[in-house]
């Protein structure tokens, strides 16, 4: 989902309204896309739903997304909701990505992740907000790990596609060892939940 806020109308700006969408975003990337290909591919969906931005969303998402995901009436569609807001520290190094994880039993969605700075430290928090008993913390970890370990490829190679991205990342997670929370179980020592 991509959350657009914007002032709908003149109206609106005047009034200092702010109006607020959430707009379908499913894209489909071929495994042998590059990744800048892939980038460009995202810009342009992103650019198309956010043309749609001032419209309702009641208006849209009921027919755009019953077409799309060929949903029954009173089905919806939930996926991972992502904000990633980039941080380039001065001196060259990849910055360091901390793990943080807030389990809300009455989130608004099942798992958002964010990537954000929240210190003057220069490191990325990588923050899961997820829904409890809906969402397993094993799984988490070992998206965390698989999430590092892609960054880290795309940093020493960008020009690979994103297939041999994703299998470079999947070797690299699997002997990754993370700090997370002492109540965050280890994917090694638990059964394989995914």
Same mark, same amino acid.
């Given at each position: 989902?991509?959350?657009?806020?914007?002032?709908?109308?003149?109206?609106?700006?005047?009034?200092?309204?702010?109006?607020?969408?959430?707009?379908?975003?499913?894209?489909?990337?071929?495994?042998?896309?590059?990744?800048?290909?892939?980038?460009?591919?995202?810009?342009?969906?992103?650019?198309?739903?956010? *043309?749609?931005?001032?419209?309702?969303? /009641? #208006? $849209?998402?009921? !027919?755009?997304? &019953?077409?799309?995901?060929? +949903?029954?009436?009173?089905?919806?569609?939930?996926?991972?909701?992502?904000?990633?807001?980039?941080?380039?520290?001065?001196?060259?190094?990849?910055?360091?990505?901390?793990?943080?994880?807030?389990?809300?039993?009455?989130?608004?969605?099942?798992?958002?992740?964010?990537?954000?700075?929240?210190?003057?430290?220069?490191?990325?928090?990588?923050?899961?907000?997820?829904?409890?008993?809906?969402?397993?913390?094993?799984?988490?970890?070992?998206?965390? *790990?698989?999430?590092?370990?892609?960054? /880290? #490829? $795309?940093?020493? !190679?960008?020009? &690979?596609?994103?297939?041999? +991205?994703?299998?470079?990342?999947?070797?690299?997670?699997?002997?990754?060892?993370?700090?997370?929370?002492?109540?965050?179980?280890?994917?090694?020592?638990?059964?394989?939940?995914?």
């Amino acid at each position: 989902m991509n959350a657009v806020a914007r002032r709908a109308t003149l109206n609106q700006k005047r009034a200092g309204g702010t109006m607020v969408n959430a707009v379908p975003l499913h894209t489909v990337i071929p495994t042998e896309t590059t990744l800048d290909d892939a980038c460009d591919i995202l810009f342009r969906e992103q650019m198309d739903a956010y *043309r749609r931005a001032n419209v309702a969303t /009641a #208006e $849209i998402l009921d !027919d755009a997304l &019953r077409a799309k995901f060929h +949903l029954k009436p009173c089905r919806g569609y939930v996926s991972v909701s992502t904000t990633f807001q980039p941080y380039f520290a001065d001196g060259g190094d990849l910055p360091r990505f901390r793990f943080r994880r807030l389990p809300n039993g009455a989130n608004t969605m099942p798992l958002y992740v964010s990537i954000m700075p929240l210190d003057q430290s220069g490191d990325l928090w990588v923050n899961y907000e997820y829904i409890v008993g809906y969402v397993d913390p094993v799984n988490i970890r070992k998206f965390h *790990r698989f999430l590092l370990a892609f960054l /880290a #490829e $795309i940093d020493h !190679d960008p020009d &690979r596609t994103i297939g041999e +991205l994703r299998d470079a990342a999947r070797a690299g997670a699997a002997g990754m060892r993370i700090e997370t929370p002492d109540d965050m179980p280890d994917p090694a020592t638990e059964t394989d939940a995914s």
